[in-house]
């Protein structure tokens, strides 16, 4: 009776087992996103931040928690320019001044604490084995380090990580292990969401951080919260539209294309038929 689905099939499995032990759909999409904070570090990790909707049955209620990531506080108006004036994507993409306050465990957290039934530590787990005891490979996976490892290869603790000790590349098949991350998810089960940003670990962020010219501050992270807003509301062919409002982009979109696609006969044009595919197209890119 119920569904999970995600990007990383440990991480869909890891939901899946929360269910299958008594867990509810917010135990299991919490536990889901750690996992893949272990196995698909492109689209889940804890420096990041994200938007939770969540609907209960049986109150009716809709929540939209927003746990984006916030500019720190000292933040200026041509932090991401060059000495010429223009902007440097290096500034803005690679650099430690382009690192936010990060909202993923917070607002995990708080999502947990207000509708899950699970402890922190007891989500944590399944991503805390992964991480220690290591995980295969997927292609996926092996081809995004493949695909970013020039910038991977910078800094020597990613190096160390995502390379093996003589350079080369992990391949899809092989075994990958993550010690420090181990010891950081296993820090955060034994001291709660808070040691993230108030802790000995804040502290080591902190200083890695503002060692490397980053402008993040403890008072940045002593300072984050999670918020609770106002989900966007449509309508699709006589159906109710709920999705994540701003400063969430992808909710209201969602609404917009629906908006588009209902004056067209996509029934007509067959099921994944080329017609019903350049009609979507079309929406998502006018």
Known sequence: HGMVVTGQDLATQAGLEMLKNGGNAIDAAVTAAFVMAVTLPRAGNIGGGGFMLIYSAKTGEIAALDFW?????????????????????????????????????????????????????????PAIRLANDGFILNEKCAADIKAYQEILRVRPATARIFFKADGSLYQAGERFVQKDLARTLQQLAENGPQHFYRGDLADLIVRQIRANNGLLSSADLRAYEPVYRKPARGTYRGHEIISMGPPSSGGVHIIQMLNMLEQFDIAASGHNSAQTIHLMAECVFR
């Open 69 to 125: 990531q916030k500019a720190p506080g000292q933040a200026y108006r041509t932090m991401f320019l060059g000495s010429d004036g223009k902007a440097d994507q290096r500034l803005s993409r690679q650099s430690y001044r382009a690192i936010a306050v990060p909202g993923s465990v917070a607002g995990l957290a708080a999502a947990l604490e207000k509708f899950g039934t699970r402890s922190f530590a007891e989500v944590l787990a």
